[in-house]
T-cell receptor
Framework: AQTVTQSQPEMSVQEAETVTLSCTYD???????LFWYKQPPSRQMILVIR??????QNATENRFSVNFQKAAKSFSLKISDSQLGDAAMYFC?????????????FGTGTRLQVTL | NAGVTQTPKFRILKIGQSMTLQCAQD?????MYWYRQDPGMGLKLIYY???????DKGEVPNGYNVSRSTTEDFPLRLELAAPSQTSVYFC?????????????FGNGTRLTVT
């Protein structure tokens, strides 16, 4: 079974600065997908960014980018020019490429605080 | 666009009571999921379904049941509620997409069992 580990329960960043959230995972599969989801206080789960394991190029979405190291099984999220609205819980998630239902396995989350 | 709709938003149950959490999606997604999120934790999979009439257990299925009679609806039934079932419950759906398709989540149901 796959596992996802987020070793930083909490992180803090100043507005306009850059922060990196860590995620490692364990799998024996060679093809899979990785996601970062944001959960603000409203409880809504919002997709931030997605990475296909077969792609070497790191995914980017505006101020959000990932550092995907397949051999190290590492998938960190970098938030540039942090904004107050970035304050939330961030969850890393793993999804199999094949198999029925393609279930998502989540890490325990990192709470990000953004300060003035 | 409604997306994934969960009802109710909040509920308080007494120990031993039963209830059904409703989930409906209007995106014609085959895959649907129920997750629970305990305080300060990630989401754990309770049950999932790959289509009408097909359901399977996830990581933490004990104390729950599901049914999938239509593509749109995937209700979660709690029988004999226990304090350990106090949690926030999320329903999600996705198209098959070989894993690439993201999950679309409902806004969650906060359940308290006292």
């Amino acid at each position: 079974a796959q596992t996802v580990t987020q070793s930083q329960p909490e992180m803090s960043v100043q507005e306009a600065e850059t922060v990196t959230l860590s995620c490692t995972y364990d799998t024996s599969e060679s093809d899979y997908y990785l996601f970062w989801y944001k959960q603000p206080p409203s409880r809504q789960m919002i997709l931030v960014i997605r990475q296909e394991a077969y792609k070497q190029q790191n995914a980017t979405e505006n101020r959000f980018s990932v550092n995907f190291q397949k051999a190290a099984k590492s998938f960190s999220l970098k938030i540039s020019d942090s904004q107050l609205g970035d304050a939330a819980m961030y969850f890393c998630a793993y999804r199999s490429f094949t198999g029925t239902a393609s279930k998502l396995t989540f890490g325990t989350g990192t709470r990000l605080q953004v300060t003035l | 666009n409604a997306g994934v709709t969960q009802t109710p938003k909040f509920r308080i149950l007494k120990i031993g009571q039963s209830m059904t959490l409703q989930c409906a999606q209007d995106m014609n997604h085959n895959y649907m999921y129920w997750y629970r999120q305990d305080p300060g934790m990630g989401l754990k999979l309770i049950y999932y379904s790959v289509g009408a009439g097909i359901t399977d257990k996830g990581e933490v299925p004990n104390g729950y049941n599901v049914s999938r009679s239509t593509t749109e609806d995937f209700p979660l039934r709690l029988e004999l509620a226990a304090p350990s079932q106090t949690s926030v419950y999320f329903c999600a759906s996705s198209s098959p997409g070989q894993g690439r398709a993201p999950l679309h989540f409902g806004n969650g149901t906060r359940l308290t069992v006292t």
